[in-house]
């Protein structure tokens, strides 16, 4: 339900972010949709169905996702969104108007490329930088992806992709399901290394260390 404060409701709400207005976007992965709440309270659908899955894009209620699990909002009020069942990143203009940004839905896997050239597989976290540059933690490939403004895919040198424990010194660094990516205002990126109980920093020049 949307409604202010308590009237709202929401099923297994996982990501979350702020604009600079102050009002709340959520990733309400079970009921497949996104959700926004103003610093008064007051919860509205931005994009998606509730318990519709699917793929779709389009405006409002006539986009669909597959279980969104993260979210990050830019400085333009743009969402981004890590749709981890549609192995894909989305994109939402204030308008409520759904892109793919990169990756195809229903295909999982890994490749770097241009919008959905690219693969990705149960992608979990997202975050946005003051350039318009997505990050993408790809948890099941075990590797930390980047999306320009124009949907370009690549991967930061030096990952391994293969489950493990490294942090750099010239070896290819492992990760073990990194869930979560953030990056500060000068461009240096932070990972949730899960499983290797760690927290992983990437500087601007692709240098990772823990």
Do not use: M
């Amino acid at each position: 339900d949307d409604g202010c404060g308590s009237a709202a409701r929401f099923y297994y709400p996982h990501g979350v972010a702020v604009n600079g207005s102050g009002n709340i976007f959520v990733a309400d992965t079970s009921n497949c949709t996104i959700r926004k709440i103003t610093a008064a309270g007051v919860t509205t659908t931005l994009a998606g169905f509730p318990a519709s899955v699917g793929s779709a894009d389009g405006t409002g209620s006539a986009a669909r996702f597959g279980f969104p699990f993260s979210i990050a909002v830019d400085g333009l009020g743009t969402v981004y969104v890590a749709d981890i069942n549609n192995h894909a990143i989305r994109k939402i203009t204030a308008a409520g108007v759904v892109t793919t940004l990169a990756g195809l839905a229903g295909n999982p896997g890994f490749t770097d490329g241009t919008g959905s050239v690219a693969r990705f597989w149960g992608p979990q976290g997202v975050a946005v930088d003051a350039s318009g540059n997505v990050y993408v933690a790809d948890t099941a490939n075990l590797r930390i992806r980047k999306i320009t403004a124009l949907g370009v895919v690549t991967t930061f040198r030096d990952t391994a992709g293969v489950k493990g424990w490294t942090s750099g010194s010239g070896v290819p660094v492992q990760f073990n399901y990194p869930p979560g990516v953030a990056v500060d205002s000068s461009g240096e990126i932070y990972v949730s290394d899960f499983y290797n109980y760690s927290i992983k920093k990437i500087s601007t020049g692709g240098v990772i260390t823990t």
